[in-house]
């Protein structure tokens, strides 16, 4: 890189950092999270509020940087906003859940915090994928700052394990997955993932090796067992049940419906006729493959959901074989997957009947636009994360590069709009932070490889995984 073009990319990650610093909101003096929007000016929905998956490239951040503190108050107060008892009234959050986002009030000199369980989002979800992440992130900062006793105390450990009962509790199912509704994770609004989606599964593997890591010896042995006894079942669930590429897309084009017991082979009973396979067998690269957005009663979701995907192979829920697949795809449908800004959040978007269908019409989620195909920069992170872990550097270098040709002089839109993500999201949010620290953390991930650690885990063998207590 020539003089000139260091000096002009030093100061764009110069400006990205400053803005990271006006976006961190305080807590009776002390640093606690960072807000939705770095431009405080801007009258926008709920830019106070610091939600928990808008923290989580923050908090790696901090942590890579050695800013311990944010990231320990984040954990600590999230925490205290975590419902211990159990509820009866079904307005009411359920014990166990962490909060959506929280915002910093203050009445009469007195601060306190306010927690949003869905209850002001908009179609009034209730996050699913807070409790895995928060769960994520208190991995992480372990990891970081080696401090096990911080994660042993018993309100964290009673904390894990509240979350875990909610995770893991009785239900009307069968399967290893985690049924959830329509909007409960990064993609919250209205887009027919409703079932097993793919997005969550990965969260749900990763969280779950976490616990396993963070739960004390001395802790609640059945959820530890219960823990150990999920994971394998949900890793070779996906892996199978989940997994798309030429060889697999050949079987389910001969699938017969209707089979009943245990040697029926369609065992979801998807129809035939529902796949897209004339598209599908042109666009699948002949070692290329991804894993489904969603499986269930006659449903295989054969859109692309990147965030799932790229999720898969950073805590290793696909194989090598499979993340390997799912980085030539990547390559290969380069247009398609990341175009003009890393990278579309689902492919393809969903149009016509489909959508007004799938979405109700949302005038938000046209097709190309917003959760429908559009490109969101905070997923930049995702990717530079699993081409480091799966060696496809050139990927992520080529990513980047598109990224800070374009973020700054848009003034970090939150999402971008069209087939290649060449417009400016109609309605995105400007200084958006983790658009911002999306860029960050892929630039310090490229420097040093070092820091997948936060968030990887390295052993697909989920036997060996062993709690720090072990260590």
């Not at 503190?69 to 859940?97: C, H, M, W």
Request: glycine share 6%; net charge negative.
């Amino acid at each position: 890189m020539k003089e000139e073009e260091k000096s002009i990319v030093n100061t764009l990650e110069n400006q990205a950092w400053e803005l990271l610093e006006k976006s961190v909101t305080y807590y009776k003096g002390n640093p606690i999270g960072t807000i939705t929007v770095c431009d405080q000016t801007q009258a926008i929905l709920n830019f106070d509020h610091c939600f928990i998956r808008d923290f989580v490239p923050s908090a790696l951040l901090f942590l890579i940087k050695g800013r311990y503190d944010i990231v320990r108050n984040f954990l600590e107060e999230t925490l205290k906003l975590q419902p211990k008892k159990s509820q009866f009234n079904a307005y009411t959050p359920s014990k166990g859940l962490i909060p959506a986002s929280f915002q910093v009030v203050s009445i009469d000199g007195e601060e306190s915090l306010e927690a949003d369980f869905g209850e002001q989002g908009i179609a009034r979800v209730t996050p699913v994928d807070s409790c895995l992440w928060w769960i994520i992130i208190l991995h992480a900062y372990v990891k970081a700052t080696k401090d096990v006793k911080f994660a042993m105390q018993p309100q964290f450990q009673q904390g894990i394990m509240l979350i875990m009962e909610l995770c893991l509790a009785t239900r009307f199912d069968m399967n290893p997955t985690l049924l959830v509704p329509d909007g409960a994770c990064m993609i919250y609004r209205r887009m027919g993932i409703y079932g097993y989606p793919l997005e969550i599964q990965s969260l749900f593997y990763a969280a779950l090796r976490a616990a396993r890591k963070l739960l004390i010896c001395a802790g609640d042995e059945e959820i530890v067992t219960a823990i150990e006894n999920r994971l394998p079942l949900l890793r070779d669930h996906i892996r199978h049940h989940y997994w798309i590429d030429m060889k697999r897309l050949n079987v389910i084009y001969r699938f017969k419906s209707e089979e009943y017991g245990h040697t029926a082979v369609n065992q979801f009973n998807v129809y035939a006729d529902s796949i897209p396979y004339a598209d599908l067998s042109v666009w699948l690269p002949k070692h290329g493959g991804y894993l489904a957005g969603n499986v269930g009663p006659s449903q295989l979701d054969t859109r692309f959901f990147s965030l799932g995907n790229l999720m898969a192979i950073i805590c290793s829920l696909t194989n090598e074989r499979q993340s390997q697949a799912i980085m030539n795809l990547i390559e290969e449908q380069w247009d398609d997957l990341v175009g003009k800004m890393p990278m579309k959040i689902c492919f393809p978007a969903l149009s016509k009947s489909e959508y007004k269908i799938f979405t109700g019409c949302d005038p938000k989620n046209t097709p190309w636009s917003y959760h429908n195909g559009g490109n969101w920069p905070v997923l930049l992170w995702v990717l530079t994360a699993a081409a480091q872990k799966t060696g496809r550097t050139d990927l992520s270098e080529r990513a980047v590069e598109i990224a800070q040709a374009r973020l700054s002089q848009d003034e970090w839109p939150e999402y971008y709009d069209g087939a290649r993500g060449s417009l400016i999201g109609k309605e995105a949010r400007r200084y958006q932070t983790w658009t911002i620290t999306g860029f960050l953390l892929a630039k310090e991930l490229m420097r040093n490889p070092a820091y997948l650690e936060l968030i990887n885990f390295g052993e697909s063998d989920i036997e060996k995984d062993e709690r720090f207590c072990d260590v």
